[in-house]
């Protein structure tokens, strides 16, 4: 039995366990005379029962998981002949790769050892037994905390006071994982950083004003220049972002507020959702009509305007960015002014205050914490945006204010970096980490100084 296999039987098992323990403790309650004698309601006695019947089998899970492999391969290794064991880690490596190979049918049979081959099948065996024991333990395991958790059940028990305590450490350390991942992404894109910063010196990757890559393999090579000034992807992030933003946010806003405020309740009904649809079209569709119809369009009129548009332009992926953009902001932006209190419209109407007087003086303000908020994260969800730069506005690093010409990004040039097949020593597939730091850096900026400004009017319209 496979291990995804245990892990639903085991949910199974714990649904039946609770079901069980509520039944048993209803039945408690009735035979005391009502569900008043019980001390905790049913469902706790049902979780509590629920969660002896999982939690432990889930460890033992766990802990058979992790060493299932180490002590299959340990096993394994002792019936090869002292001749071909590993001398290293590596040669250990490679050898437990290659067995598994053969007994999964991944590599051919010819040519091979004897004694390798009747490795692989002492490895088919062992995994075999492993999968059974694993279940016939982890049932064992189950169906002995079940029985525990059942013998608990009374009309004294206080059943509330374990199961809030196993909650709110599985809270707990939810909460740990996410900060501990968190941890680990930065001090990861922060080590390779380093590496880079050790071949290229960090005020000109910083500072620098041309961007090319491509590192010389050999002294003789030719047009490899290896120059890394960032300015280029810097310049080119905030001219699709600016030009995103400029569509995004007065759209959004303003249909934000006629909804909330202003539109009949069957059109709120109907516009919001297909507004919304917008957020979930994929974005290669947006960068497929950018490039394939925004983007030639665009030129056509510049032509006849006499200006020279690029087809892969800034101005092409800025505005369809802004358009993916506007449920974003929209959306968190109606939340937050229909949460704004009736009893503040109310008061400005009474002191004589026209319905336009109340939105615009009145709600905006007391709801602007949150429409900064959600402005904020449509500013980061545009930095971040890849799909539609790369097929609208192209990847030639140009340092340009010109939203006319292509211009690349900081997101786009990281995914350039890291495909194929590169040498992740190299300065060329390391300056990605860089490029990642620096956008960590540029989004934490942005979410402090949303954070100062929803403090700074939440303490002034509360």
Not at 66 to 76: G, M, S
Not at 273 to 284: D, H, K, Q, S
Not at 315 to 321: D, E, F, P, R, Y
């Amino acid at each position: 039995m496979q291990s995804s296999e245990m892990f639903l039987l085991l949910l199974g098992a714990s649904v039946l366990a609770f079901f069980l323990g509520r039944r048993r403790s209803e039945a408690l309650a009735h035979i005391s005379g009502g569900l008043n004698s019980l001390h905790s309601l049913p469902n706790y006695h049902g979780y509590f029962t629920a969660i002896w019947t999982a939690l432990p089998a889930l460890l033992v899970l766990i802990i058979w998981m992790t060493l299932e492999n180490y002590v299959i391969i340990r096993l394994t290794f002792e019936s090869l002949p002292e001749h071909l064991l590993p001398t290293d880690t590596s040669s250990t490596t490679l050898l437990a790769n290659k067995i598994n190979n053969l007994a999964l049918g991944v590599l051919p049979r010819d040519g091979q050892p004897t004694e390798i081959l009747a490795a692989a099948k002492q490895l088919l065996r062992y995994n075999e037994f492993s999968r059974w024991t694993m279940a016939a333990v982890v049932s064992c395991t189950a169906l002995m905390g079940f029985s525990w958790g059942r013998s608990y059940l009374s009309t004294e028990f206080r059943a509330r006071q374990p199961v809030e305590s196993v909650a709110q450490y599985v809270l707990f350390c939810c909460a740990v994982v996410a900060i501990f991942t968190t941890l680990g992404i930065l001090l990861s894109v922060i080590f390779e950083s380093l590496q880079f910063f050790k071949s290229v010196p960090v005020f000109d990757f910083v500072f620098g004003l041309e961007w090319s890559p491509q590192t010389a393999i050999r002294d003789d090579q030719v047009g490899s220049s290896g120059s890394f000034g960032a300015v280029p992807l810097f310049v080119g992030t905030l001219l699709v972002s600016a030009v995103a933003m400029c569509i995004s946010v007065p759209v959004g806003l303003m249909s934000a507020i006629y909804l909330a405020e202003y539109a009949h309740r069957s059109t709120r009904t109907y516009a919001k959702p297909a507004l919304e649809v917008l957020a979930g079209i994929p974005t290669v569709v947006y960068g497929f009509f950018a490039a394939l119809t925004l983007g030639p369009y665009l030129r056509t009129i510049g032509e006849s305007f006499d200006l020279s548009v690029s087809s892969e332009s800034a101005l092409a992926a800025g505005i369809v960015m802004g358009v993916m953009i506007i449920p974003f902001i929209s959306s968190l932006a109606d939340d937050v002014i229909t949460a704004v209190p009736q009893a503040m419209r109310d008061g400005s109407l009474a002191m004589g205050a026209t319905h336009s007087e109340t939105v615009w003086r009145v709600v905006i303000p007391a709801a602007l914490p949150g429409i900064v908020a959600g402005i904020m994260l449509a500013i980061s969800r545009a930095i971040g945006e890849t799909m539609i730069v790369v097929m609208a506005s192209g990847l030639a690093a140009n340092l340009t204010a010109n939203p006319l010409e292509s211009v690349t990004t900081v997101t786009v040039q990281i995914v350039t970096l890291l495909t194929g097949d590169q040498e992740f020593d190299s300065p060329k597939t390391l300056a990605a980490f860089a490029l990642g730091l620096m956008l960590f850096i540029v989004t934490l900026i942005l979410n402090v100084i949303a954070l100062q400004v929803v403090k700074r009017f939440r303490e002034q319209y509360e």
